[in-house]
């Protein structure tokens, strides 16, 4: 969840379940359940989001084997076509082939958690081929949920970037002071101490301001408070970063610090490498 006010919940992700801060662990260790943990201070600058993004939703697996509820997050993710979902690649790479997940697009998993609206079985689950469970560079940390169809009916995908937008909007000054907006179902954090990472089950949107780019990979600040924006946290992984005032992602959350409380890097979209893989499943701008 981005840096959030108010939870209902407190929980902490597993390793397996994390933003990428530990992606090597996440992608080794089993699939773990999410723990209580004691109450947190939490962070704030971000909101529920309520039908603002309607097409940003979670992606779930089953932990305990005992049915699909609101506890089983695992990672956020994009609807980019009628029947295909936008995740990373590292939340399902660790998954034996077969593994079965769920999609739903409620706003909030715990308001009634024994009957989530929405709750779509995924057909089937593809990784980026070319994933590399490490930190940074060139590691494809992308993967599709195809979803039955018709299952997303009425609902309008986002977008995809054209080809090397990002490039472009740096070149022009277009990017630096520029906060981009990101959505996700994730975990908070404490900002001091011990860390913990409370989880109040919702969508939750704010903003985020540029820092870099790098060839593959987009970093954003997640220090709230030397920002007054949002960050984002365990939980968010897969979460989608808009361009200001559109419906375009241009990046994907991957990976960021441990404690959720300095910075937070994504997988770029409109590079050579993520078009490759992206375009065996939909039409590319």
Request: contains cysteine.
């Amino acid at each position: 969840m981005l840096r959030s006010t108010r939870a209902t919940t407190t929980r902490r992700f597993a390793p397996a379940l994390a933003l990428g801060a530990i992606l090597a662990a996440a992608c080794a260790d089993a699939p773990t359940r999410p723990a209580d943990v004691p109450d947190p201070s939490f962070l704030v600058n971000a909101t529920w989001d309520a039908n603002g993004h309607p097409s940003v939703g979670a992606m779930l697996y089953d932990f305990l084997g005992d049915g699909i509820d609101g506890t089983d997050l695992l990672c956020s993710g994009s609807l980019i076509a009628p029947t295909v979902f936008l995740t990373a690649g590292h939340c399902v790479a660790p998954f034996p082939p077969g593994s079965e997940f769920w999609v739903t697009f409620d706003s909030d998993l715990l308001d009634n958690p024994a009957s989530l609206t929405s709750l779509i079985k995924v057909s089937s689950a593809v990784a980026d081929p070319d994933f590399k469970p490490s930190l940074g560079g060139d590691i494809h940390d992308l993967a599709v949920l195809h979803l039955p169809a018709g299952s997303t009916a009425g609902m309008t995908p986002v977008l995809l970037p054209a080809q090397s937008l990002l490039t472009t909007l740096l070149a022009a000054g277009q990017l630096r002071g520029t906060s981009l907006v990101q959505v996700g179902y994730g975990s908070s954090a404490t900002a001091n101490g011990r860390p913990a990472f409370p989880w109040g089950g919702r969508r939750n949107t704010g903003t985020a301001p540029f820092k870099a780019l790098t060839q593959f990979q987009l970093l954003l600040l997640a220090n709230t408070k030397a920002t007054g924006q949002s960050g984002e946290c365990y939980g968010d992984s897969g979460s989608p970063k808009f361009l200001p005032g559109t419906n375009t992602i241009v990046s994907i959350t991957s990976w960021g610090d441990i404690p959720c409380r300095a910075s937070a890097w994504s997988n770029r979209l409109d590079i050579e490498a993520a078009r490759a893989f992206l375009s065996a499943f939909v039409t590319l701008p």
